[in-house]
T-cell receptor, first 111, second 112 residues
Framework: SQELEQSPQSLIVQEGKNLTINCTSSKTLYGLYWYKQKYGEGLIFLMMLQKGGEEKSHEKITAKLDEKKQQSSLHITASQPSHAGIYLCGADSPGNTPLVFGKGTRLSVIA | DAGVTQSPTHLIKTRGQQVTLRCSPKSGHDTVSWYQQALGQGPQFIFQYYEEEERQRGNFPDRFSGHQFPNYSSELNVNALLLGDSALYLC???????????FGAGSRLTVL
């Protein structure tokens, strides 16, 4: 079965700083999904990547999928307190399999 | 347009009891998936319902069962509760064939 490893497990950054979160798969990725979760709440969809080398941006968040489709990164530019939360990567396989998630990266942004 | 709604938001049960959690999917969605998220962990897939049938199931015991109604809403039932069943239970909906899930806020179950 597919396993996703996220790093770092937690991250504390000063407001205005840039940061990167990584997601590494044990198998070639078919679809890679990034979600954000406020503590104890539901997940909010951020972006989906499917093609090797693909890059998508939304506001100050950029997600990339490497050419080999085994690793994805999420980059936040000029972090703000509103970026704080848990970032989760999820992946599926061909045949509409259910999403498998990593354990998440907890981000704190301090003033 | 309402998103995914779940009820109850919080509940406390004792070991051996049974619990039912409810989910209404986002308008236009016909597929409902349930996930269990233990503290500090990522969501674990329980099962998925489409056209009132269980389409896929994760590695969970038979104590976990579900149902989908004709209006696409769904229930998750857990029998013979164990302390380890304490978790946030997330419902997610989607259109059939799509894996972009819309999640509800979850039901937090505490088993004492």
């Amino acid at each position: 079965s597919q396993e996703l490893e996220q790093s770092p497990q937690s991250l504390i950054v000063q407001e205005g700083k840039n940061l990167t979160i990584n997601c590494t798969s044990s198998k070639t990725l078919y679809g890679l999904y990034w979600y954000k979760q406020k503590y104890g709440e539901g997940l909010i969809f951020l972006m989906m990547l499917q093609k090797g080398g693909e890059e998508k941006s939304h506001e100050k968040i950029t997600a990339k999928l490497d050419e080999k489709k085994q690793q994805s990164s999420l980059h936040i530019t000029a972090s703000q307190p509103s970026h704080a939360g848990i970032y989760l990567c999820g992946a599926d396989s061909p045949g509409n399999t259910p999403l498998v998630f990593g354990k998440g990266t907890r981000l704190s942004v301090i003033a | 347009d309402a998103g995914v709604t779940q009820s109850p938001t919080h509940l406390i049960k004792t070991r051996g009891q049974q619990v039912t959690l409810r989910c209404s999917p986002k308008s236009g969605h016909d597929t409902v998936s349930w996930y269990q998220q233990a503290l500090g962990q990522g969501p674990q897939f329980i099962f998925q319902y489409y056209e009132e049938e269980e389409r896929q199931r994760g590695n969970f015991p038979d104590r976990f069962s579900g149902h989908q109604f004709p209006n696409y809403s769904s229930e998750l039932n857990v029998n013979a509760l164990l302390l380890g069943d304490s978790a946030l239970y997330l419902c997610a909906s989607s259109r059939s064939g799509a894996n972009v899930l819309t999640f509800g806020a979850g039901s937090r179950l505490t088993v004492l």
